[in-house]
């Protein structure tokens, strides 16, 4: 799955932002592929509102 960091991470609770991070996105802009399990979709589902996902 392909994710895409689309809102600035600033404001967000230390969490999830160090979700982001986990995932190798640090500005806004930054994609990432990461493989498709539930540990990927868990980090996603917490940061969901800041990134979009797109099936790659």
Do not use: C
């Not at 967000?12 to 399990?37: F, M, R, V, W």
């Amino acid at each position: 799955m392909k994710i895409k960091l689309v809102k600035s991470l600033i404001g967000s609770k230390k969490d999830q932002i160090a979700t982001a991070y986990a995932l190798g996105l640090k500005k806004i802009g930054d994609e990432t592929t990461q493989p498709d399990n539930d540990a990927t979709k868990g980090k996603v589902a917490k940061i969901n509102h800041l990134v979009e996902v797109t099936e790659a």
